[in-house]
Structures are given as structure tokens and as C-alpha cells.
């Protein structure tokens, strides 16, 4: 039976899910939650909504260890190994997205809400950002991933917001730094990643012309 993931397309929390089914080669079914519309704050959402169907970290790790012999492994049964991923995961949910998530939120969803950006507060979080980058940099300067030399979920976990801040100026940040841009074309190139996309193109455009889709399958 197909797994079932709640949630928005253009959500990274729900794209980070989506990821590491896609690279375990799970089946699953995407069951659209209406964010505008604070779907999720209603029945039957709220009777699923418990810990950890709400946390996209935790699924995330939940499906590296359930199905760690599955598609690609994204943890280590060596302790050591292991804890070194736990120490990427921990950066990555502490200090990048920590920064990452107030940057998407000034230059991606102000947008999209017809908001003004506080360009002041972005100046600041490029900074902080940058300083977080410079950690990367080192890091990524000896191994080719965060963990190691193999992709893991410390890398997969950061892929949604990546892609989300490519998309703004904040780019500029990560090209600067050439380990760092090098380690994000990888992860942006991941079939998995491709695919998750593709994914939630089909989505949003379901969503927007269902009329649309409905055209395509009876012409099919």
C-alpha cells in the first residue's frame, strides 16, 4: 500500500519528505492540504497530526531507518559514521535553516503575498547566512558531502530550501563559495530531486487547471 504524504507542493517540509521516498524508490500519494485556506488547522488534518506526521525531519529519518535496505542509503549502521550525520543534521536544522527559512520567507512568500520585503532584515540574514556558508565551505574543502564522501539525509535534508534561495539573490551567496556551489549543482542534479519536482509541477498545475489534466487524460 502506497504511503501517504499531507501536504502542499510548494512547501520545503513536505518536498523533504517527498525526496527521501523518491530515493528510497517508494510508492506514495500526495494528498493536497490547502495551506491558504488553513486546511491544515481542520478535520480530518488535525486528527493525523501528531508527532511525527507533522515534522518532516522526523519522517525523513523514519524512512532512512525503516527502509534503510532500500533505494539509496541515507544512513550508516556504523555508530561513528551515524554520529557524524546526526552533527550535519542538527547544523542543517539549527543554524541553515534557521537562517535559510527567514530568508525564503522576506524574498519568496512577501512576494507571493504582495508584501513588502524588509531589505534591511535581508542585508542582515545574508550576513548570518554567509557566516554559515564559510563553515560549509571548510567542511566541504575535505569531504565531498557534509558527512563523508557518500550522500546522506545531512545533505538531503538541506536540498528544498537550496533550491528555494537559488531562486532569489541569495544565490550569490552560494556561488561565492566554490566547494559549496559545487556540493549544491550535485544535489539539485539528483534524480530523486528531479523527480520530486516534476512531481509538484504536475501538482500545482492540477490545482491551478484541473480542467486542464482532465483534457490530458480523456486525450491520452
Not at 73 to 87: E, F, S
Not at 196 to 205: F, H, W
Amino acid at each position: 500500500m502506497a504511503i501517504k504524504v499531507h501536504g502542499s507542493p510548494l512547501s520545503p517540509a513536505a518536498q523533504r519528505v517527498l525526496l527521501a521516498l523518491e530515493e528510497k524508490d517508494l510508492e506514495y500519494e500526495f494528498v493536497l492540504v490547502d495551506l491558504r485556506s488553513g486546511e491544515q488547522k481542520k478535520e480530518p488534518f488535525i486528527s493525523i497530526n501528531l508527532i511525527p506526521c507533522s515534522e518532516s525531519r522526523a519522517i525523513s529519518k523514519y524512512i532512512s531507518h525503516a527502509y534503510a535496505d532500500k533505494g539509496t542509503p541515507l544512513i550508516h549502521q556504523d555508530p561513528k559514521k551515524q554520529a557524524i550525520i546526526g552533527v550535519w543534521l542538527e547544523v542543517e536544522a539549527h543554524r541553515f535553516d534557521a537562517v535559510g527559512q527567514k530568508l525564503n520567507f522576506e524574498l519568496l512568500i512577501k512576494a507571493f503575498k504582495g508584501l513588502t520585503t524588509d531589505e534591511a532584515a535581508v542585508e542582515q540574514l545574508q550576513g548570518d547566512l554567509g557566516k554559515v556558508l564559510d563553515v560549509y565551505e571548510a567542511r566541504l574543502g575535505k569531504f565531498k558531502y557534509l558527512a563523508g564522501d557518500e550522500y546522506t539525509l545531512a545533505d538531503l535534508h538541506h536540498l528544498p530550501l537550496i533550491n528555494n534561495l537559488f531562486k532569489t539573490k541569495v544565490k550569490a551567496l552560494f556561488d561565492e563559495r566554490p566547494h559549496v556551489s559545487a556540493w549544491c549543482a550535485d544535489l539539485l542534479a539528483r534524480p530523486a530531486w528531479q523527480k520530486v519536482l516534476e512531481a509538484c509541477k504536475i501538482i500545482i498545475i492540477y490545482v491551478r487547471f484541473p480542467f486542464l489534466i482532465s483534457f490530458m487524460i480523456f486525450m491520452l
